[in-house]
C-alpha cells in the first residue's frame, strides 16, 4: 500500500493542543467548562481545517472576545521562518468565529500551522497559540489516497459521556491517520436537547456534560450557535480537528429531524415557539457555516451553498451533495413526475455537469441520505418518506425518479468509478445495486456504503426498496431502537485508494477501529 506515511504528526501534536487545556471534561457535571479569562484572546475551542486543495486549506477558530485571526505556517513544528497569513476580525457578528484561506502552498506535503489571536487595539497582545498540521492534496498518483467517513454526532440526547471518556471515536479514527474525514451530516442535533442523566438498561446511568443551549430544541440564532459548540467540548474531537481536514455536509438535524423548505411545523408541537422551518434553516445554515470551514459558506464565497466538488488529485474527486435546501416536501412519494425530486433540479443538472468533466479515477459520491435504504417519517403522524426510497420495489416514483436521471446519464456518458457514501440511518452496511435484480434497468451497478453513528442512538437495519436491484451484502445493527453508545453499534467507514493499482478499498469499522467488512473494488470496471 502506497499512501504515505506521516507517522510524527499526532506527537507533534501533543504538546501544541496544551493550548485547548482550558476546556478538559469534566469540570463538573451539569455545567460546561468554563474560560480561563486573561487579558489576551483565547481560542479553547481548538482549530480546524477543512476542504483541503494541492495548493490551498481553510484553517477556522474561534476566540473568546472580539480578536484578530493570524495563521502561520511552516514545513517544520520549530516554526523556524514562518509563513503569515493575515485573517479576519473575530467578533460577535460571527460568534467570533472565523476561517483563514491558506494558499501558495506545496503539493502533497506536511503544513505546520499555528493561529494566533490578536487584540484587536493592540497587535502586540496576542493569546497563547494553537498548533494543528494537515497534509495538501498530493498532484501525483503513486501517493494514494486514504480519508474515513461517518455521520450523526450526539443525537438521541447521548451526549459527551465524562465516565465514558467522551467521543472516543474520534482518537480511534485519528489513528489511522487519514488524509481527511468527510462528515455526511447530522454534526449536531438542533432539535435533541441533552440533559444531565439518561437511564441504560441494565439500570446504570448515562451521564452527559449539559450547557444552557442544549437544554432545549434549537430556535434562535444563539441556540443552534450553541449546538455547534457543544460538541467542541470534547477533548477526542478538538485533537482530531487539529489534526484530520474535514469535509462537512448537514442533513435534517443541524435544523430539525426530517425537515425540508417550505414545512410549517403542527401547533400541536409546543417544543418550538418558531413554526416556519426555513426561518429555522436560515439560522441554522448561519450557524453552520459559522462553525465549520467550509470554502463554499465562506464570507465572499462566488455562491453560497453546501453543495461541491473537491479535487483530490488524479485518484479521487469527492461530489458534496445537500439533499435538504432543494428537495420537495416529504410525502408518500407515489408521484410519476418529479422534475424537483430530493437534490432539485439546479443541483442534478450541477452534478451531471461536473462528473462528466472529472477525470479522477475514483468519483466519490458523498449522499447525507441513501438511496435503496427506506426511510420513513412519521414526524407529523402521516406515513410519508424522508429519503430517495419509499418501499415501492417496481418502476421508480417520486423522489426515484431524480436517481434514475441521474443513473441513466453515468451509464450513457460511460463514467467509472462511482461509489455511494453515506451515514444517516444509524448502522452500517454495504448495498450493491445490480440492474439484473431491479424494475429499473438503465444503470451500471455500484456500490453504496452506509456508517455511523459517531456518537448517538444506533437503530435497526432499514428495509431495502427494489426498485435499483440493491442486495444488503453486510450489516451490523441492534435488534432495538436507540441503542446508547455504551451499548455499542457505533460505527465509522475508511476509503483507501493505493496509488499504485487504483484499487478502492473500502472498510466498514466499529467504534474502536475493528474492521467488520472489507470490499475491494478495480478502476475502470463496472458491476464489481
Known sequence: MSHRPFPGRRSVLRGSLAASAALTLPVGLGAAPAFARSGRPQAGWGVQTGDVTTDSGLVWVRSDRPARMIVETSATESFRNPRRFHGPLLDAGTDFTGTTRLHGLPSGEQIHYRVLLADPDDPRRTGEPVAGAFRTVSRHR?????FL???DLAGQ???????????RIYDAMAGLDPDFFLCSGDN??????ISATQALPDGSTWRNVTTEEKAKVAETLAEFRGNFRYNLLDDNLRRFNAQVPSVIQWDDHEVRNNWYPGEVIAATDIRYTEKSVDVLAARARRAFGEYFPISTLRPGAKESRV???LRQGPLLDVFVLDMRTYRNANSPDGQTVDPQGILGREQLEWLKRELSRSRAVWKVIAADMPIGLVVPDTTEGRPNFEAVAQGDPGAPL???????ELLRFIKHRRITGTVWLTADVHH?????YQPSRAAFTDFEP?????SGPLNAGAFPASALDGTFGPERVFVKAPTASNVSPAGGYQFFGEVDIDGGSGELTVRLREQDGTVLFTKSLQPGRVGQ
Open 307 to 309: 453543495h461541491r466538488v
Open 398 to 404: 417520486g423522489r426515484e425518479l431524480q436517481i434514475a
Open 188 to 193: 449536531i442535533y438542533a432539535d435533541g436537547p
Open 149 to 151: 467517513w461517518s455521520g
Open 446 to 450: 455500484f456500490w453504496e456504503f452506509v
Open 428 to 432: 452500517t452496511s454495504a448495498q450493491h
Open 157 to 167: 440526547g447521548w451526549g459527551i459521556n465524562p465516565d465514558r471518556g467522551g467521543y
Open 142 to 146: 503513486r501517493d494514494g489516497v486514504r
